[in-house]
């Protein structure tokens, strides 16, 4: 799928922001199609974290404008964007330590619920029965999905950075996303771990057509899973294509290792599952 | 030895009382607070009324400190707000009871939906000189609103009086605080099953990525401060019933910091830890008048003694704090996790 094709589901246009004198990102733009997995690569200080949380509405940009659906969401806070339908996972693990999974993962869905609070002091009616309703969604959808089921009671705090990692994407699909947003969603993970999460990311598009974001420095999965790769270089936009353009970029080759050998990164890139984080 | 729970279905796994040894417990408890009136004396009903009083404010602050992160030194001037309103719609309108301590609720909930306004801005040690100055200022409110305050002098309270019944006993009273505060807390214990509890803790643990996840902070914090001086407001409409006299010495600093007290010793962000902490922070220092009066001691000794009391209540406080910093309710679930495996494990 190609951007520009179908109406972008997600639009980010001339985006500036900087922190005091460094500017992290500069007149950023890019367009993600619906039902698509675009991925913004980039070096380590390159912007992307500061894509993301200007995204779902932590840091306020300078310029530029931010649409989803359609919609400019430019001005709105994060839990409105959060309600409208996009969700994300942390590249630092962004849990509650002292909840449980099953907790972690109802939390998701808050914006959807409509239990007030003397429903809730009284627990009965609507709280009772949207509680029963979303365990049984979170248990069949969302739990047996990710392969959760054996931790669904522990704390997070025990849990190993893998299904940490996990349990974040739990949360977030909990959140009934239409834009799924995950930053760096293998690091730190063994290979065997990576590989689950790389099917976990395509079955989210094929079975709940879920559209996805994601940052990840994990080449191999990178080429693999995307259709389309947004190349992020000290704050600004160098290439935007498919992973077979991308990976023909002089520029991005460039990027990646300033002055060094390109021929030997060609073949790098190349190579599925092979270069880590 | 409890049986190993079998999750028969989610309704089962996601009640409060799960197992039959719960259930058991519970039946005991509710026999005790049945039959305990007609066995105790005046002087153990009092306490057992104060006793009721404290855990619906604890309660109530627990759910502000406790799950949501909030700090506040507050709870008593909330309570004041609850007991003066409470004192002045008993001596001017004579309205029912229950629907006074209602509007004691209400009343303080508004001054603690203004009071958690800077809430937004600012945390931890700031929120908490915020509350204290909101208490400096009720206090002066206290103080000087005449016309509804009756200044210093404060306000005599009728004894409270349902269906023709004049609650003007310890005896009596209790049959009405302890149910009332029995609802509280179980309406406490029912918010944390719903998204709106899971929301104040997430603000408590992230409030960054819990606005992510969809929860607006500002309203979620003020709903926070609403119902926890709700709590106060209708325990302080207890306190009035139960003193009959409101001054606006009535709730000084020191008790807010006594609720504070007993939110940590018991076990912050636990049901179970605001009623361990109430009961300990009121029971303890009677324990010690107990101990010391039993000591073979001249009168004069005994008076030396008081300020001694004090210390080693204070030390007992300090010793939880190094020892048990998940307060009472831990120790509590050690012993039930022991009883649990024995005696298989011990
Ligand atoms: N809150 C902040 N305050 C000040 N500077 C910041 C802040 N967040 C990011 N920066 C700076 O902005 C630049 C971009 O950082 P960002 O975290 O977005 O990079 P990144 O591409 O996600 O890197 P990595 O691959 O290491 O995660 C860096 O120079 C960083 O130091
Ligand atoms: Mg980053």
Redesign the interface.
């Known amino acids: 799928m190609h951007p520009g094709k179908a109406n972008p589901i997600l639009e980010v246009e001339g985006l500036t922001l900087s922190f005091g004198g460094i500017k992290a990102l500069t007149d950023v733009g890019f367009e993600v199609a619906p039902g698509s997995i675009t991925t913004v690569i980039g070096p380590n200080g390159a912007g992307k974290t500061s894509l993301f949380n200007t995204i779902s509405g932590f840091y306020k940009p300078a310029t530029g404008r931010i649409r989803f659906q359609g919609e400019d969401i430019t001005a709105t806070r994060p839990p409105e964007r959060a309600k409208l339908g996009l969700a994300r996972s942390f590249q630092n693990i962004a849990l509650f330590r002292g909840m449980t999974v099953l907790d972690n993962i109802k939390l998701g869905r808050h914006a959807h619920l409509r239990t007030n609070v003397l429903d809730a002091l009284f627990y009965f009616g609507r709280a009772r029965h949207e509680e029963m309703k979303l365990r049984q969604e979170v248990e069949e959808r969302i739990i047996d999905f990710l392969e959760i089921d054996h931790i669904r009671h522990m704390p997070v705090s025990v849990l190993s950075y893998g299904l940490q990692k996990r349990v974040e994407m739990a949360r977030a699909l909990a959140m009934r996303p239409k834009v799924l947003m995950l930053d760096e969603p293998v690091a730190g993970m063994n290979r065997e771990e990576t590989e689950d999460m790389a099917r976990f990311i395509l079955d989210v598009r094929e079975e709940w057509g879920v559209t996805v974001l994601m940052v990840e420095h994990d080449m191999g999965m990178v080429m693999d899973l995307s259709d389309h790769v947004v190349v992020l270089n000290f704050g600004q936009v160098i290439a935007d294509g498919t992973p077979a353009e991308v990976q023909a970029n002089p520029e991005v080759i460039k990027a990646y290792l300033g002055s060094g050998d390109v021929s030997e990164l060609r073949q790098r890139l190349h190579q599925p599952l092979a270069v880590g984080a | 030895m409890r049986i190993g729970t079998a999750r028969s279905s ?2 089962h ?2 009640s409060l009382f799960d197992s039959r040894t719960q259930h058991a417990w519970l039946a005991v408890l509710a026999v005790a607070l049945l039959g305990f009136p007609f066995f105790a004396d005046e002087y153990w009903l009092y306490l057992a009324c104060l006793v009721a009083i404290n855990i619906a404010s604890t309660t109530g602050l627990n759910i502000l400190t406790g799950y949501t992160g909030l700090v506040s030194l507050g709870q008593a001037a909330f309570m004041g707000i609850g007991a003066y309103t409470v004192a002045a719609l008993e001596q001017k309108l004579g309205t029912p009871v229950l629907l006074n301590l209602l509007a004691g609720g209400f009343v303080a909930m508004l001054g603690g939906l203004v009071v958690g306004l800077p809430s937004l801005r600012v945390k931890g040690l700031y929120l908490a000189i915020a509350t204290i100055a909101a208490s400096v200022v009720l206090h002066f409110v206290f103080a000087n609103w005449h016309s509804v305050t009756g200044g210093h002098a404060g306000i005599t309270v009728a004894p409270a009086e349902i269906l023709g019944v004049s609650f003007d006993t310890s005896f009596r009273l209790y049959w009405l605080f302890v149910p009332i505060t029995a609802l509280m807390v179980l ?2 214990a ?2 944390f ?7 104040f ?2 603000i408590r ?2 409030d ?9 902070l500002l309203r979620y914090k003020l ?1 926070s401060f609403g ?1 926890s001086s709700f709590y106060a407001g209708v325990a302080g409409g207890m306190w009035a019933y139960f003193f009959r006299v409101v001054t606006p010495e009535s709730f000084p600093l020191i008790m807010s910091i006594f609720f504070l007290a007993a939110v940590i010793v018991g076990g912050m ?1 636990t049901i179970l830890g605001a009623i361990l902490g109430a009961v300990f922070m009121t029971m303890v220092p009677e324990a010690l008048k107990l101990i010391v009066g039993w000591l073979p001691l001249s009168a004069d000794a005994t008076l030396i003694l008081s300020p001694v009391r004090t210390i080693v209540f204070g030390a007992l406080i300090v010793g939880f704090l190094v020892f048990e910093p998940l307060g009472l309710q831990e120790i509590w679930r050690r012993i039930r996790r022991f009883f649990h495996l024995w005696p298989f494990r011990a």
């Open positions: 989610y309704r796994d996601e309406g406490a029912n918010l099953r719903t998204r709106i509890g899971r929301a803790i997430a643990d992230r960054i990525s819990a606005e992510v996840l969809g929860i607006p709903l119902l962000g």
